[in-house]
Every structure is written in structure tokens, then in C-alpha cells.
């Protein structure tokens, strides 16, 4: 970290700082962990996070951050639907707003500079970030980007060492959220309309923000009508209203009897299920994620496009099949095959399902949650560098 003792003295006294992570609700809950260390420096710091809209559904949830300001930056992703002249209103916002400190929170294939330079002419006093160029003024605590070129770490390590960096520690680092009342009345009320409280039920989500991440709905179709079929488990599907008709297809394929709450949820209310239920089976998306912050074990179905966001520190069980290709980082898968989802068999999913809700049926649990993410994480980390060292041997 690149720091002198007056920022750092800077840092211990700033009692309104504002947090920045634009990218979507998963990984606003990644952050939480970070959060709820900076919150705990000191009593009276008050946090405001800078966020999307999508992740501003998951802000609402931190106990730590107490205002969300929703940003539609110029340098992310996400479709734009604003003008210069609502950044220039975007930087009067936080001047006017005076914080005494800002911590930019990105993915290592993200640069900081765009939110430190919005920071700056806000007049934000304090800015930290990983960055890999040199920031010159645009930073006052420069913490040196060492991904991916010396290690890749978890998502949510990631930015807990940002948070250390800046002084915040945090003693139990597992992803945590709140959750109200009426949301948790409303799934109640769903649950008694569609589930038999003697059985065993699952939450199925088969949407993804990215066609990359997406396994095959004829898969999740096949995994459903097994489970219903030979296990007597009853499936409820959620999504969003867009992703209704791809709910409606896989209930078409399974034949066997399901519901669907695609659009009927509030962010808070799925969040309130998940909670409730005894396992979900996701794509790798914000489901996962809400899965980890309320303890409920998961099937995830990663799509090898990086290594950072598996379910952190929760019982679960992580499928993909190994490709040459693995780690693209791509939206869209760029090799057409999709073979790092399409090759996970309908069998797979349904032992890993069977596993878990087994385990947390008889509490035969002695590993520290988590475990099993920890270990794949450094196996695709261990495969991702053997990969990469063969091809700069081909290409020598």
C-alpha cells in the first residue's frame, strides 16, 4: 500500500465515507464482508454506498450501509440510459454530500481510475482503491493490484484485504443480511399455498444476467423431474418476470408437477425464501450469493468464465466441466459450445442435491462451512496457472 501517515491518520478520522461498488447485486453482496469491516472501525462511522440499480436491491439489505445513492457510470457494462449531464449532477450530489473519505471497490479486471477521478472532483478528500497504474493524485491510499499476476483471490477476499488495508477488520468474515418482517410473512404465505410442509422442497433458478452462465433449461428440466420423480422433492422455480418463459419451458419438459414464483418476489422476499428453503440449485448468479448470506446450502452450476465468485463459506456442492477454454471472462461464450455447463449431466446435479440435503438432514457436518468452495477454488487456480504455463511453453 502506497500511503503516507497523514492520509492514514486521514483514514482513522473518517466518519463518512463512501463505499463505491458499481457492478450488480452479487457482488455487492460479496462485499458486505468489507462493508461491515469499515463500519466497525469506528462507532460513528456512517457508510453510503454508490451502486447500480441492481445493487442497490442488494444494499438494502446491509445492516452496515445506511443510504444508497444508484449510479449509471459511463465506464461499466450495464446498459446507460443517462447523460453527461447526470454525471455533472452526480458529482455535485457528493460534493454536497461531504464525505470525508471514499473506498472504490472493483474486480481486478476493473480499473479504478474512473470512480477515483468522480471522487475527486466531488472533493472526497480520501480515495482508496486496488489500481494497477500509478494514480498520482487520484488515490490517497494506492493499494498496489497484484491480480492476476501474482494470485487471484476469492471476490470477497479480495475486497476484505482492501477494508485491512484501510484499518477495518472483521471477526466473522461469511457474508450477512437482513431481512424484514413482511418479506418474510409474504413467502410464508406463498409456501402455504404450494409446499407440503412434510416434504422435502428445493428452489430452482434457472436465469443468469450472462448466456455464458446459463445451463441448459433441458438440463435443469431433467435434474427437476428427477428429483420430483425418485426423491419425492417438490421444486419451486424463481426468476424475474423476463425469465418466466424459460421457467415456463423447463415445467413443459419435466412433465412432473412445480411452481413458479418467476416475478412474483421482490429482491428481499426471494432473499426471505431462500432463507426458508433446504437447498437451492442455481446458475452461478445473485442466488448464489443470497444462498451464502443465509446459510443455505447450494448446488451451483459454474460456468467456468473466472474463479472468483463461488459460494463462499456455505455447504455446497460446485459443477462444471473442465475446459481448455476455462476462465474467459466472457458474457457470451466465445468457443459457441458452452461445454463448461453443457457437459454437467442431469445425474450430477441431482447426487450433489441429494448430498446436501442429506447432510443438513442428519447435521453430519464436521467441516467448517465452506470448505469444499475453498478447496475448488484453489484446484481451478492450480488448473488456470498449468494451463497458462503450457500454453507460453507451445508459444516458446
Known sequence: ??????????????????????????????????????????PERRLTLLTSRSGREAARLIRCVEDVIVYEAPWMKSV???????????????????????????VYT????????????????????????NPYHLLTEWVRETEPDVRVRHEVRRQLDLAAALGGRVADDRLSISIGGAALR?????L????????????????????SRRYPVESFAAAAAQLTRDF??????????????????????MSERSHSLAGRLSFEELAALIAKAPLVISNNTSVVHLAAAVSTPVVDLYALTNPQHTPWRVPCRVLFEDVPCRFCYKSVCPEV????????????????AVQLLERNLDNRSTSAPGDETTCLFEDNLRAWRASAADKSQRVA
Request: charged share 20%.
Open 192 to 211: 402455504c399455498q404450494m409446499i407440503d410442509p412434510v416434504k422435502r422442497w428445493i428452489v430452482m433458478h434457472p436465469g443468469a444476467s450472462a448466456p
Open 232 to 253: 419425492d422433492c417438490q421444486i419451486l422455480w424463481t426468476g424475474s418476470q423476463e425469465e418466466a418463459a424459460l421457467i415456463a419451458e423447463a415445467q413443459a419438459i
Open 1 to 42: 500500500m502506497t500511503t503516507s501517515a497523514s492520509s492514514s491518520a486521514g483514514w482513522d478520522q473518517a466518519r463518512h465515507v463512501l463505499c463505491v461498488r458499481l457492478d450488480a447485486a452479487g457482488d455487492v453482496l460479496m462485499t458486505e464482508p468489507a462493508l461491515r469491516a469499515l463500519a466497525a472501525t469506528m
Open 80 to 106: 446507460r440510459t443517462t447523460s453527461s449531464a447526470d454525471d455533472r449532477a452526480m458529482i455535485a450530489r457528493l460534493r454536497a454530500e461531504r464525505f470525508d473519505a471514499a473506498a472504490i471497490f472493483t
Open 110 to 133: 476493473q480499473s479504478a481510475l474512473p470512480a477515483a477521478l468522480l471522487c475527486t472532483l466531488a472533493e472526497i478528500p480520501r480515495r482508496a482503491a486496488h489500481c494497477r497504474e
Open 337 to 352: 459450445h458452452h461445454r463448461c455447463l453443457k457437459g454437467v449431466a442431469p445425474d450430477a446435479v441431482v447426487s450433489a
Open 186 to 190: 409474504t413467502t410464508d404465505r406463498l
